[in-house]
């Protein structure tokens, strides 16, 4: 699917009813101002408030609106991914519901992509969150700028505009765990970023808790990389040759001052042991965290089910939910 010049504007939503009335008038308003053909898809992600029967009737009303209804919440990455697989545009840019991202930043954004240049990422200034999130951000950020080679500085932010094919290639990927700023640039030739507002969550709470953050920080880490499992073979080896060691030193120790020194050793030795018994654990649950996402991946289960797609016969497409097929064998 895609039509010449179109932008698709994706916008995952879980539990955001007060935000989207405001939301679907500014990015309408945003989007005009652009004076060329729009869509703008909001994904429904299972939300339990109400915003489904708002994005319904925003459907109805409003010929460039498409609502893609999940039938339970997958997480934004995942609803994204299902806006992806509905939308149409040349460019494809996606932005948070809460309104913390400005619609009227996505002219800018398109206007941004230029030939050559696959990704435009986005910057907030003055960010509006609590100190906590800022660090967690920046420590992410050099990670992934590590790991992935690309800079950009703000992997958090999902104001982001994409080219077609970058779209394309993220919906080949058919891993159950996302992180799609990474993904995109994985796949990215050019790339820039430009400085957008940032504005405080005025309405609704943030939908990341505790448990959702390290789920989320999990996904990243093993998305990226597998440098862990890496880590976890140095650090065995790092241990045992200390562990060689220190029992050689203790042989040494007992030879020269006797069995009388050796008993008092005892307690070391506990203390050793219990540094190994947490050595291995940590591992266990490194380890655990891979299992887990290739037990997902290998049962290949579609990664998320559209109850029904509002909006979209309008535009000569199937009427027909799509799913995101398993991989194939
Ligand atoms: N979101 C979603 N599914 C989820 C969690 C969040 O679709 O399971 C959406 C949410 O509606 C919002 C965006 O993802 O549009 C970002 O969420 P939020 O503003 O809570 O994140 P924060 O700004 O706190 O990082
Ligand atoms: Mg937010």
């Not at 806006?83 to 991202?101: H, R, S």
């Not at 240049?117 to 951000?137: E, N, W």
């Not at 820039?192 to 969550?201: K, L, N, S």
């Not at 579609?302 to 799509?322: H, Q, S």
Request: hydrophobic share 45%; charged share 20%; proline share 5%.
């Amino acid at each position: 699917m895609n039509t010449p010049g179109l932008v698709s504007i994706v916008i995952p939503v879980f539990n955001e009813a007060e935000n989207l009335d405001e939301l679907v008038n500014r990015c309408l308003a945003a989007c005009r101002r652009m004076q060329r053909p729009f869509e703008i898809i909001l994904v429904d992600d299972g939300s339990s408030d109400g915003s489904d029967a708002r994005i319904e009737q925003a459907a109805g009303t409003h010929p460039e609106v498409i609502g893609v209804f999940l039938n339970r919440n997958y997480g934004q990455h995942a609803a994204v991914m299902a806006g992806f697989d509905q939308c149409a545009g040349e460019i494809v840019v996606t932005l948070d519901a809460d309104l913390q991202n400005p619609p009227e930043e996505i002219p800018r954004l398109v206007d941004h992509m230029q030939e050559g240049i696959d990704v435009v990422g986005s910057v907030r200034a003055h960010r509006q969150d609590r100190l906590s999130r800022r660090l967690a951000s920046a420590l992410i950020n050099r990670a992934v700028q590590k790991s992935t080679g690309v800079m950009m500085h703000d992997y958090g932010c999902m104001l982001r505009a994409y080219r077609r094919h970058i779209v394309d290639a993220m919906r080949s990927c058919h891993e159950r765990s996302t992180f799609i700023p990474i993904l995109a640039n994985s796949f990215a030739r050019g790339t820039t970023e430009i400085e957008v507002r940032h504005e405080a969550r005025r309405k609704g709470s943030s939908k990341y808790g505790l448990i959702k953050l390290l789920s989320l920080l999990f996904d990243l880490l093993t998305s990226m990389t597998t440098a862990p499992l890496r880590l976890l073979g140095i650090t065995g080896a790092v241990v045992s040759v200390a562990g060689i060691g220190f029992g050689l030193l203790l042989l040494l120790m007992r030879l020269i001052f006797g069995a009388q020194w050796a008993a008092e050793g005892v307690f070391t030795l506990f203390a050793i042991l219990f540094i190994f018994v947490g050595a291995q654990f940590i591992g266990m649950g490194l380890l655990g965290e891979y299992i887990g996402r290739i037990y997902h991946d290998v049962r290949g289960r579609p990664r998320y089910f559209v109850l029904k797609v509002l909006g979209n016969e309008r535009r000569d497409r199937p009427a027909a939910p799509e799913n995101h097929p398993p991989p194939s064998k």
